[in-house]
Nanobody
Framework: EVQLVESGGGLVQPGKSLTLSCAYS????????IAWFRQVPGKEREEISC??????????LYADFVMGRFTISADTAEHTLYLQLNTLQPEDTAVYYC???????????????????????????WGPGTQVTVSS
């Protein structure tokens, strides 16, 4: 079974950076999709970015709100997914989760017809989350 464990969260001052890690295991082959989400209590879960593995290659997609502030990457040999968070603001305070699903999974935006990350309902493996708090 696929297992995911996030780490790297903590308290950080506004304007600073933080790197989150997600150690993953249990995929039976090199075809999968793994993503970062975040959630504030009382609000809907928000997808940040995703990475798909297919035919030995990785592809990444980002939600529109990211606007270059966050970067997803992976060390597939070490089975670790990263999320670099830059110029953090108090509104970035949330629990950050990584999630995964077998196979290459994506969706198509109905407005732009461009590829976007698959919705959270498509992901069937979730980590416990790591808290990021941005405060002075």
């Amino acid at each position: 079974e696929v297992q995911l464990v996030e780490s790297g969260g903590g308290l950080v001052q506004p304007g600073k950076s933080l790197t989150l890690s997600c150690a993953y295991s249990g995929f039976t082959d090199d075809e999968y999709t793994i993503a970062w989400f975040r959630q504030v209590p009382g609000k809907e879960r928000e997808e940040i970015s995703c990475l798909t593995r297919h035919n030995g290659k990785s592809k990444t997609l980002y939600a529109d709100f990211v606007m270059g502030r966050f970067t997803i990457s992976a060390d597939t040999a070490e089975h670790t997914l990263y999320l670099q968070l830059n110029t953090l603001q108090p509104e970035d305070t949330a629990v950050y989760y990584c999630a995964a699903v077998d196979g290459e999974m994506a969706a198509i935006s109905t407005t732009t017809l461009e590829p976007i990350c698959a919705p959270d309902s498509e992901f069937n493996y979730w980590g416990p989350g790591t808290q990021v708090t941005v405060s002075s």
